[in-house]
């Protein structure tokens, strides 16, 4: 399973940074990803990384903003996310695949294991 955590209430111009514990899998095999929803829209992929090679997936929406990064030691995914602004306000998920890398790995279909969601809200 998968535990996030550090969502909270941010200005606009403020960082957050996420957390994601795993436990029960055995995680370095696997790709991980953080997805977001906002009220009335899809979940999309906001962030992925590869298991051991460092590859990263990035939307444009967050590029230069946000960082992922993993500690396989720890089981654990962070993402730290910088310069927020209101539209990043969404409940943020972590997300494991088994599949590989490829080219639709920030498609939320692909992902076996989920977290339970972190809400993340950005005042103007």
Known sequence: QLQASGGGLVQAGGSLRLSCAASGFTFDEYAIGWFRQAPGKEREGVSCISRSDGSTYYADS????????????????YLQMNRLKPEDTAVYYCAATSKGWGPL???PDGYDIWGQGTQVTVSS
């Open 105 to 107: 790995i920030s498609a």
């Open 62 to 77: 967050v590029k230069g903003r946000f960082t992922i990064s993993r500690d396989n030691a720890k089981k654990t995914m």
